[in-house]
């Protein structure tokens, strides 16, 4: 499958801890995008990266940081995490900007 | 600031109705406007985006700058639109898409 990779699908932590979320964009998309899902908030834009630089922020809290690697796949890391945190975290890649976003099919976390 | 609203949270219909989910945007600059849909246990995907002007699975949606919205519609609803919608805003400069909090549409029979 060529298109956007998540991993791990399913996440279940304790409050404090600290995961990291991967994803692997389309092959040839330079762009890569975070979003948070959640029931309340629909879905919120975290993070931008572009060939390896942050190219936007949103609404990403001082706890998460993400980076996107020379191969072009990117990590979220969520630390300190809280209950609240508790979402469906997305990955996106374009080809192009502005252009078609393509999503993965999404990390679950779970905080307890 | 970026703003997309989409005012239903839900909207239930019978088969063969006219759908419309309404979207509206707040952007000083030229917008760009798209929907996506997630059906059940698929991944969100692009429906159709204003500039193509294009009717994708029966679907439409004009951009009327004046009142700054960007509604989605349907003549005739099927069983199978029953998904989840959001509508998103680009802009020129490339930063990501806005997304609205999303209207799930459901469709019976």
């Known amino acids: 499958d060529s298109g956007v990779t998540q991993t791990p699908k399913h996440l279940i932590t304790a409050t404090g801890q600290r995961v990291t979320l991967r994803c692997s964009p389309r092959?040839?998309?330079?762009?890569v995008y975070w979003y948070q899902q959640s029931l309340d908030q629909g879905l919120q834009f975290l993070i931008q990266y572009y060939n390896g630089e942050e190219r936007a922020k949103g609404n990403i809290l001082e706890r998460f940081s993400a980076q996107q690697f020379p191969d072009l796949h990117s990590e979220l890391n969520l630390s300190s995490l809280e209950l609240g945190d508790s979402a469906l975290y997305f990955c996106?890649?374009?080809?192009?900007?502005?252009?078609?976003?393509?999503f993965g099919e999404g990390s679950r976390l779970t905080v307890l | 600031a970026q703003r997309v609203t989409q005012p239903e949270k839900l909207l239930s219909v019978f088969k063969g109705a006219p759908v419309e989910l309404k979207c509206n945007y707040s952007y000083s600059g030229s917008p760009e406007l798209f929907w996506y849909v997630q059906y059940s246990r698929q991944r969100l995907q692009l429906l159709l985006r204003h500039i193509s002007r294009e009717s994708i699975k029966g679907f439409t949606a004009d951009l009327n700058k004046g009142e700054t919205s960007f509604h989605l519609k349907k003549p005739f609803a099927q069983e199978e639109d029953s998904a989840m919608y959001y509508c998103?805003?680009?802009?020129?400069?490339?930063?990501?898409?806005?997304f609205g909090k999303g209207t799930t549409l459901s469709v019976s029979s």
């Open positions: 998103a805003l680009g802009n020129q400069a490339g930063t990501a898409l806005i």
């Open positions: 092959s040839g998309d330079l762009s």
């Open positions: 996106a890649s374009s080809v192009a900007i502005p252009g078609e976003l393509f």
